[in-house]
């Protein structure tokens, strides 16, 4: 499976944006890059996927860099809610997700 | 909005004894997969499951386990003799379709503690 790298923590200020990295140098034209989250003690929640283009839905949105070989997932104006570990994911069609040890996101209020 | 349901929250067991984790995934949904997690490690693939059949498991997923769809609601993960190990948070996921043009969706979870 192709590999991605976060940063292991990142904070932010409430009511701020927030710009998670994610690097995935490796990755192949058929890759979809997928965003999940888990907040203490629940199960992983979608966020938001793409292929090329940036992608907007109502939690997040998704920059994908012109090389696809990094990706930004922004949250537009963090809450407490957003407090999470935050996975960036490859999809390549391969049916099972492959969890990294992803972003833990702090939100200082 | 629709949503995975996995029971029981909490299960503690004797170490030895058969467990059976039980989840409704989304009415709709075709594609079905169990996933663990261990205290402050990673999210782990243990099985996928479709058209009844397993269709992927993982080196985790040895003979003590198996999934069955019994009655076409709901989805279940049987490990038949409870290691000390197993202790961990299993996590049931469904999809709509296969491919990675669609997202998965998680239950809540449940803890298994093996004694």
């Known amino acids: 499976d192709a590999k991605t790298t976060q940063p292991n923590s990142m904070e932010s200020n409430e009511e701020e944006p927030v710009h998670l990295p994610c690097n995935h140098s490796?990755?192949?034209?058929?890759?979809?890059i997928h965003w999940y989250r888990q907040l203490p003690s629940q199960g992983p929640e979608y966020v938001i996927h793409?292929?090329?283009s940036n992608v907007n839905n109502r939690m997040a949105s998704l920059a994908i860099a012109e090389d696809r070989k990094s990706s930004t997932l922004i949250l537009h104006r963090a809450t407490l809610r957003d407090a999470a570990v935050y996975y960036c994911?490859?999809?390549?069609?391969?049916?099972?997700?492959?969890f990294g040890t992803g972003t833990r996101l702090t939100i200082i209020p | 909005e629709p949503e995975v349901t996995q029971t029981p929250s909490h299960q503690v067991t004797q170490m030895g004894q058969e467990v059976i984790l039980r989840c409704v995934p989304i009415?709709?949904?075709?594609?079905f997969y169990w996933y663990r997690q261990i205290l402050g490690q990673k999210v782990e693939f243990l099985v996928s499951?479709?058209?009844?059949?397993?269709?992927?498991k993982s080196e985790i997923f040895d003979d003590q386990f198996s999934v069955e769809r019994p009655d076409g609601s709901n989805f279940t993960l049987k490990i038949r003799s409870t290691k000390l190990e197993d202790s961990a948070m299993y996590f049931c996921?469904?999809?709509?379709?296969?491919?990675?043009?669609?997202?998965?969706?998680f239950g809540q979870g449940t803890r298994l503690t093996v004694v």
């Open positions: 009415s709709n949904h075709l594609y």
């Open positions: 996921a469904s999809q709509r379709e296969q491919g990675p043009n669609t997202e998965a969706f």
């Open positions: 994911i490859l999809n390549f069609g391969n049916e099972k997700l492959t």
């Open positions: 490796t990755i192949s034209g058929t890759d979809y």
């Open positions: 793409g292929l090329t």
């Open positions: 499951f479709y058209n009844n059949e397993i269709s992927e």
